[in-house]
């Protein structure tokens, strides 16, 4: 492989309401890649901890999550690192389950996440129109600029989300342009404060054909002082660990990193891309 400390920041097990595999199998997956390190990011929705129409039980998928990322590392120690870690999705919609959630263990990573604005759905099951996009939009940076403020993580993922579906809809096009006060915003305060932006090359594979964000977002984080930048493929499945990772590596150098993150213990880990 082209790079030496490959890594993936964000995978889902079985043990996320939507993910498909043991964590054993991811694990192995990255092993078997060579991988430098995988984390496991299993999903907790804060605004549905408590109550949701799925019945999930998040406390005990989390905690299953952490068991089995536990037992994974005892049996990969010298093929992988593996790393303890949590998708906080919503954390300002119930900032009691966002406490609750981030004490039950010593996370060595927390990725904030915003997949549905209060009072909505997850995007993905929103119906797009060219009258609604730039509303939901202008509500989506408000919020998600509320949770940077609040500060409980430690990378930022997917920014832009609602792209990863907007883009299925070929007759909606959307100029983010006229969202450049708020993304710079969001990345000043990120910058401001410590924080990663994750690169998700999900949308490598979706119908977006572009990571989240893309290269305009992650080389303004750059230029408004990001010095953390994490990657991660969102498999939810074992076949996509590390899909676009090295796509996602190139692109950094392109926006003039020389470096990406990996977290340990809730620390940054700065790691050489070449």
Not at 3 to 28: L, R
Not at 30 to 49: I, K, M
Not at 142 to 158: I, T
Request: hydrophobic content about 35%; charged content about 30%; some cysteine.
């Amino acid at each position: 492989m082209k790079y030496k400390f490959i890594s993936d920041s964000h995978t889902h097990s079985e043990n996320s309401f939507d993910g498909n595999d043991s964590v054993i199998m991811m694990c192995e997956r990255a092993a078997n890649l060579g991988l430098y390190s995988v984390t496991v990011t299993d999903h907790c929705e804060c605004n549905e901890y408590y109550e949701n129409e799925e019945n999930v039980n998040y406390r005990k998928c989390i905690e299953d999550s952490i068991r089995d990322t536990a037992k994974a590392r005892a049996m990969y120690i010298s093929k992988v690192n593996i790393y303890t870690g949590i998708e906080l999705g919503q954390p300002c919609q119930d900032r009691k389950a966002a406490e609750e959630v981030l004490s039950l263990a010593e996370y060595d990573f927390v990725l904030g996440s915003l997949h549905n604005l209060r009072g909505e759905k997850d995007f993905y099951f929103l119906e797009y129109t060219k009258e609604n996009v730039p509303e939901l939009l202008e509500r989506y940076f408000r919020e998600l600029l509320e949770l940077v403020e609040e500060n409980n993580f430690d990378s930022l993922a997917h920014l832009t989300y609602p792209m990863r579906y907007i883009a299925a809809n070929p007759e909606i096009t959307t100029d983010m342009s006229c969202f450049k006060d708020e993304l710079d915003e969001i990345l000043k305060k990120l910058a401001e404060n410590g924080k990663a932006l994750e690169v998700n090359t999900s949308g490598l594979r979706q119908m977006i054909h572009r990571t989240l964000p893309d290269e305009e977002v992650i080389r303004r984080f750059r230029e408004l002082g990001g010095k953390y930048v994490t990657i991660g493929s969102d498999a939810h499945r074992w076949g996509d660990v590390g899909s676009g990772i090295e796509d996602g590596l190139q692109l950094l150098l392109k926006c003039g990193y020389t470096h990406f993150t990996v977290y340990e213990k809730r620390k940054p880990k700065l790691l050489p891309i070449l």
